[in-house]
């Protein structure tokens, strides 16, 4: 059969990625202000990298011998399947497209995929002939595509190992990649060497609930050998790891360092963690390996409201700790934080930016807190609407803007917050002299 992979997007102006946010998507907005925006043009002009998703769907239809192919905003007027990415960030785009396409071309069959379809469903549904739930991967490699009608159920792969490497022969340059900073041009793919989040934070977080509770790994060698095969195939030299917490089991990622060092592939990587999960020995590990950034779950700088919203972060002690480890290893630390949870007020979201300006890492991401269809949340917030009022216009939800009516931050509040966040953060003095000045200016900075 030929199929068609349509990846609709709508234009906006800072970087956009449909994998991220448990695969709702997320759409980088800094702020208004100068330093904002500045840090929006950089990112999404040097810090883009394409979905993973379809890169999986594209390598099993191929290897099941259909004749694929992939455009952006783009159709294949003969293709006998089109197949969209589905998210929250572009979903009116993705209805938009299918719709014409449905009108256009009667006799082709139209359908979603992506981990975020479930809760989405009854809405695509309207105007396409299937949509998958759950891992699309799983539907394509135990029915036949052709029969694929309505809600498919796909379930979760259980046995990560026995999916294809994905197949990135159709994003071409947007594959590269400079490091903010860095003036070597690298070549960068995402992979996943797990699945699953077990993590309490479900109440407010997508990952559990579209990928599951419970983390699902692949091999170790099953790993290496992607490495290898992006190195080869495709000049990769940078791998992104989108595990939500690649340490979360410590011993099998030294055991994944040690396999690295001895495999010789020159090529490096960046994960995402929780200070919780490391250790002295882990770090140097990681050094050694290969690993040139981590981003750490850092979320917020008020224990309390942590603790409100069952986030766990481990102790303010060991993160500072843990993140002053790994610069001394030469990792460089993007902190994560996210402002407004429930209980945030203007105080503590100060806090937070205060915390992230004590950290000093190398980068810092603020977000905005926000309920997502088939979350807890959601639903709390949902059951007591009259009081919450919930956005219903899915570009709302870009991870970066109010979605409801908070108990004491205004929209307004909350967009000040977070453009005094990105502007405290990194118009600093400190901050250019740790990470951007030479070896020499550098002593002293906190
Ligand atoms: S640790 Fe928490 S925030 Fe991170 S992916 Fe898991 S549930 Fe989500």
């Known amino acids: 059969m030929r199929i068609h992979i349509l990846q609709a997007t709508r234009k906006v102006a800072g970087r956009s990625n449909k994998d991220t946010n448990g695969s709702y998507g997320t759409l980088n907005d800094f702020g208004s202000s100068f330093t904002s925006r500045i840090l929006m043009a950089i990112k999404s002009r040097k810090m883009n990298f394409p979905e993973l998703a379809p890169a999986y ?57 992506s981990g975020a379809s479930d809760p989405l469903s009854d809405e695509l549904l309207r105007v396409a ?78 990952y559990p ?94 224990a309390d409201v942590m603790e409100k919203s069952s986030r766990k972060s481990g102790s303010f002690a060991k993160q500072e700790r843990v993140i002053e480890q790994c610069e001394n290893h030469g990792i460089r630390v993007l902190a994560l934080f996210m402002l407004a949870y429930f209980d945030d007020n203007e105080e503590t979201v100060n806090q937070t930016i205060d915390y992230a300006i004590k950290l000093n890492p190398y980068g810092a991401q603020f977000t905005v807190a926000t309920p997502y269809p088939g979350t807890p949340w959601y639903d709390e917030l949902k059951h007591d609407n009259q009081r919450f009022q919930l956005s219903e216009n899915h570009d709302d939800y870009t991870q970066y803007k109010l979605v409801y009516q908070h108990p004491s931050l205004s929209s307004e509040k909350v967009e000040t ?26 002593s002293g900075t906190g």
């Not at 294949?76 to 969209?84: G, K, Q, S, V």
């Not at 917050?417 to 901050?431: M, T």
Request: aromatic share 10%; net charge positive.
């Open 209 to 302: 609930w579209t990928q599951g509770k419970q983390q699902r790994k692949r091999s170790i060698s099953n790993i290496v050998a992607e490495m290898c095969h992006l190195k080869e195939r495709y000049e990769i030299n940078l791998v992104l790891f989108r595990d939500p917490i690649f340490t979360l089991d410590m011993e099998r990622a030294k055991a994944f360092c040690r396999e690295l060092i001895k495999a010789k592939i020159d090529i490096q990587y960046i994960i995402e963690t929780h200070t919780r999960f490391m250790d002295d020995e882990l770090i140097a590990l990681l050094s050694r390996s290969g690993c040139i950034a981590v981003q750490f779950g850092i979320e917020s700088g008020n």
């Open 57 to 113: 769907v594209i390598a099993i239809l191929k290897s099941q011998g259909h004749e694929v192919t992939y455009g952006e905003n783009s159709v294949n007027p003969d293709a006998d399947i089109t197949l969209l990415q589905s998210s929250l960030v572009h979903l009116k785009e993705e209805c938009r497209w299918a719709a014409e396409l449905k009108s256009l071309y009667p006799m082709m069959r139209v359908g979603f995929f």
């Open 129 to 206: 002939d299937f949509v998958v739930v759950g891992e699309i991967e799983n539907a394509l490699m135990s029915q036949d595509i052709a029969d694929f009608d309505g809600k498919v159920v796909a379930g979760w792969v259980n046995d990560l190992d026995s999916l294809v490497f994905p197949d990135w022969g159709h994003v071409g340059n947007r594959i590269s990649y400079r490091l903010m900073g860095g003036s070597r041009e690298k070549r960068m793919a995402p992979m996943l060497a797990s699945r699953g989040c077990p993590m309490s934070c479900r109440h407010y977080c997508t």
């Open 417 to 442: 917050l977070k453009n005094q966040a990105y502007k405290r953060f990194y118009y600093r003095l400190s901050y250019f002299q740790k990470h951007h000045s030479p070896a020499i200016l550098r």
